[in-house]
């Protein structure tokens, strides 16, 4: 059914003109259902969306980044690589808090911060199922910030405007939801699943006050190298609605059901092009002058010499307790187990062998494992990667917080990545082994 549903959609000669001006200059990946096709790749022409849609595609994503060419790309470049064959990169803020209403007022904030901060080519669409993407285009940025070309400031730059963004968004949002809930803290528990002292603050008055950084998600985790978002005009396959583009200042009246594909018009733009050069230099700076914590260590966390990787498969009972409990199975959260058990595993010296027969005897432990092919696609894109990657810090809520799994013991409070800890419990594992005694003088040998 849905095949007819987008093949319909897809053949629009204004639906594939807005897919081709947005994937000018980026990296394509096809979506088919629920799996992607072989990247990289590019869209040029029209014949291009529909030969896709043939084969039952059902969205199409680009990357933040724009490239010199996107067809070159390669999973085990080097960092110095990608940054020169790098020509910019655009903003793009994925907002979801889960809960519909809640995604519109940290979008309608977000907006109201960057204009704050004198953004003029602000752009917003909604994502097709609970949040919206906010966009400020490359050419909004200066070329140069202190000495330093803006283009190789990928990831480490957007990352940063996250987290300032957040940081002015929250004390406006969160009274805005309490506002929406009437006062009543427990509805809003209710709503998004998290405990009443989790979200729930006094001030020094008594005064409640709600605290929405547990479910408030501006997707800080998932800006990195060739990272792709859903393209507008593009089905999103939960929904079955339009990530279709809408006036800044009409996401608090916007309405799913304004995205179902028979009331989509190509009308709003997204990311436009035609800026003032240079209008976004004071997010930049205001954004670097903040200085969140974990730009600096994500910076640490992408070079190899901060971690050193295992050379021989560390054993399963040095694994921290987040690796344990998600090797146990999980209830929700399963792709981002898998992403973390591949890195993890990879980083702590397993063979590909050893990761694929460990993932598959993990997958029926899960409430509802994932579909053989998710298996396929996410082992063989992973374990072909010639560049070993670490699985994310522990400061990264939206994994081991969100995913129920963050359950610290003494050990976790000394490190930052779960690789770390599987090597320093194997260090004092080994250091406390008692020494072999030479049978003839009874020294040790």
């Known amino acids: ?159 940063r405007i996250a987290e300032y963004i957040k940081f002015l968004i929250h004390k406006p949002a969160a009274d805005k939801i309490l506002q929406l809930e009437q006062q009543n803290p427990d509805t809003i528990s209710e709503k998004t699943g998290k405990k009443r002292e989790e979200i729930i603050i006094k001030n020094e008055k008594g005064e409640i006050q709600l605290d929405i950084e547990p479910f408030l998600v501006i997707d800080t985790i998932l800006i990195s190298p060739r990272h792709l978002y859903r393209m507008p005009y593009s089905f999103h396959e939960k929904s079955w609605l339009v990530s279709v583009p809408i006036p800044p200042d009409q996401i608090m009246t916007f309405e799913k059901p304004d995205a179902e594909p028979e009331k989509v018009t190509v009308q709003h733009p997204f990311l436009r092009r035609e800026v003032r050069a240079g209008n976004a230099e004071q997010l930049l700076r205001k954004a670097y002058d903040y200085q969140p914590k974990i730009a600096l260590e994500e910076k640490k966390e992408n070079h190899s010499d901060f971690y050193e990787y295992a050379h021989e498969a560390l054993p399963i009972e040095t694994f921290p307790p987040c690796i344990q409990l998600i090797l146990n199975g999980l209830e929700d959260g399963r792709k981002r187990g898998l992403f973390i058990l591949t890195n993890f595993l990879s980083s702590c010296g397993w063979g590909k062998e050893q990761i694929e027969k460990l993932i598959r005897e993990w997958n029926p432990k899960n409430r509802e494992p994932l579909k053989e092919v998710d298996i396929q696609g996410h082992l063989r894109y992973h374990l072909e990667r010639k560049q070993k990657v670490l699985p994310p810090n522990c400061a990264n809520k939206a994994y081991y917080v969100e995913i129920g799994v963050c359950k610290p013991d003494n050990l976790c409070a000394k490190i930052k990545n779960p690789a770390q800890y599987a090597k320093r419990k194997y260090l004092i594992q080994k250091s406390n082994q008692p020494k072999k005694k030479s049978k003839n003088t009874g020294l040790p040998s």
């Open 1 to 159: 059914m849905y095949l007819a549903k987008t093949l319909s959609f897809y053949k629009r000669p204004d639906i594939q003109k807005a897919l081709i001006d947005q994937a000018s200059n980026k990296e394509v990946a096809v979506k088919f259902f629920d799996y992607f096709g072989q990247r990289p790749q590019t869209l040029r022409y029209p014949d291009d969306i529909m030969e896709s849609a043939k084969q039952k595609a059902t969205s199409f994503h680009c990357s933040e980044e724009l490239w010199r060419n996107p067809l070159l790309l390669a999973t085990n470049l080097r960092k110095e690589e990608l940054d020169e064959m790098r020509t910019g990169w655009d903003l793009i803020l994925d907002i979801d808090c889960g809960v519909f209403e809640y995604s519109k007022i940290a979008a309608h904030y977000t907006i109201e911060a960057l204009r704050y901060c004198k953004v003029e080519s602000v752009t917003v669409k909604f994502s097709g199922n609970k949040g919206f993407h906010i966009a400020v285009p490359w050419e909004a940025f200066p070329e140069i910030l202190d000495g330093t070309p803006v283009s190789k400031l990928f990831p480490e730059a957007p990352k």
